[in-house]
């Protein structure tokens, strides 16, 4: 069974990009090819896709010869995907429901992660699955849209203006890099900003220290970036103490401390 262009999908159907949703549709099949190509070689391996809307990526995966499991919300792109699923025999699965409620490692088991995440439960998704105390995850590696803003954020080195409280979950545990920059253009419709690919594998996670207690010390710290780390940490039991006890000066600012030493802090915190 051959499928008709995306557009032509997007016609019969009768889908348009749900603001509420969070949507944005890319019809490009040569992008979506380099897209689903971030990860290296998908030839047999399992892929988890959220928001796959018309089903565009999904083909691309496919056509990288993955084995697809997706979850979609949105009832009215279902019949759409359901023809994905016809064409490419036993290697798609579609769940209906809310990324945000599914039992990941229970319903997926291990899985790379590709999305053209929907913008509304993006910076969500990615935190769910940089947290979480068992390492390495379920997933084996995360390939996934943003807005270039959130994107730059993920990958931003100390001491730019988008260090923060992203890039530190997304590097601490995990190596992240900028895959590609995407034009509003390619979307339909445009959405009113940049987008990007952001490319994250796992690494080894260091000893002795804490998802959780990571995760509210970075909270706290860059909560209040513009002020020095005695005023923003003075509520976190213990992470003034840490400071003097690992020579790091109190007069800082969150944005100026490496990831390493937000790791060595939140270890004297476990």
């Known amino acids: 069974m ?4 995306l557009r032509d999908v997007l016609a019969r159907h009768g889908l348009s990009a749900s603001k509420a949703l969070g949507q944005n549709f890319i019809l490009d099949e040569q992008l979506l090819d380099r897209i689903a190509a971030v990860p290296g070689s998908l030839a047999g391996e399992r892929v988890y896709e959220v928001g796959p809307g018309p089903g565009g990526l ?21 019949a759409a995907l359901d023809e994905v699923a016809a064409a490419f025999s036993g290697r798609l699965r579609v769940i209906e429901g809310d990324a945000l409620a599914i039992e990941e490692a229970r319903e997926i088991g291990t899985a790379h992660i590709v999305a ?4 509304n439960i993006g910076t969500a998704l990615l935190v769910r699955w940089l947290g979480g105390e068992v390492w390495p995850p379920w997933w084996r590696s995360l390939t996934l849209m943003f807005q270039r803003e959130v994107a730059e954020r993920i990958v931003a080195p100390p001491g730019s203006d988008a260090y923060g409280r992203l890039a530190v979950l997304a590097r601490w545990r995990a190596s992240p890099r900028l895959a590609m920059k995407v034009n509003r253009a390619a979307f339909t419709p445009p959405p009113k900003v940049m987008s ?17 207690t990571l995760e509210r010390l970075t909270g706290a710290a860059f909560g209040q ?15 003034l103490e840490a400071l003097d006890r690992l020579g790091i000066d109190p007069a800082r600012r969150a944005e100026t401390l490496t990831v390493e030493e937000f790791v060595a802090i939140a270890r004297m915190l476990t």
């Open 2 to 5: 051959s499928l008709p262009p």
């Open 58 to 78: 999904t083909r691309a995966l496919l056509r990288a010869g993955a084995e697809v499991v997706a979850v979609e919300r949105d009832r009215r792109c279902l």
């Open 116 to 119: 053209n995440l929907p913008y």
């Open 196 to 212: 990007a690919v952001v490319h994250i594998v796992p690494k080894a996670q260091p000893e002795g220290v804490s998802a959780a």
């Open 225 to 239: 970036r513009r002020k020095m780390l005695r005023s923003s940490l003075k509520g976190l039991s213990g992470a």
